[in-house]
């Protein structure tokens, strides 16, 4: 009956003349009741495709607390991921594919549901490629990592 609340992608921006890499993970409230006190710490960073199941990811600079309130099946789309560099065009491409280094939006949301002050906790962790439509434009496909993924 509790509430449950898991992370999807969400959306994600790859870098253009005007945007740098980004992932905006989706909140979303999977259990019964509401989740109360949802905060949120992310980190996005490009680093090699081919991470070892085990890395150690950095742990996200500053958590992001409010008082919001996800109601049963409610989502909520946080920002927040967002790569601090700027690659060249010849590097957009290959990170954009996967090939050798990939974007990676990884880190925590906090919350406590109807039931009492116990602190639930939610790890995640993605790693997006982007691959081009019909239109011109660009679709994004992540992949869970093997590690920093659970719930509590």
């Known amino acids: 009956m509790r509430a449950y609340v898991t992370v ?3 959306q994600a921006f790859h870098q253009d003349e005007r945007l740098r890499f980004e992932g905006k ?4 409230n999977t259990g019964f009741t509401p989740a109360r006190n949802v905060s949120y710490r ?9 991470l070892a199941a085990n890395y150690n990811f ?3 600079p500053e958590e992001i607390r409010n008082d919001a309130s ?4 409610q989502k909520l789309l946080a920002s927040g991921g967002i790569v601090q560099r700027r690659f060249s065009d010849a590097e957009v491409e290959e990170i954009m594919a996967g090939e050798g280094r990939k974007l990676y939006v990884w880190g925590t949301v906090s919350y406590n549901d109807i039931f009492g002050e116990q602190r639930w906790q939610t790890d995640f962790c993605v790693s997006i490629t982007f691959f081009q439509v019909e239109d011109g434009g660009y679709r994004s496909h992540y992949h869970y990592h093997p590690t920093h993924n659970g719930m509590t």
């Open 42 to 50: 992310f980190m996005a960073d490009v680093l090699p495709a081919n």
């Open 25 to 28: 993970p989706a909140l979303e």
């Open 58 to 60: 950095p742990e996200p």
């Open 70 to 73: 996800l109601a049963p099946r």
């Open 8 to 10: 999807d992608l969400g």
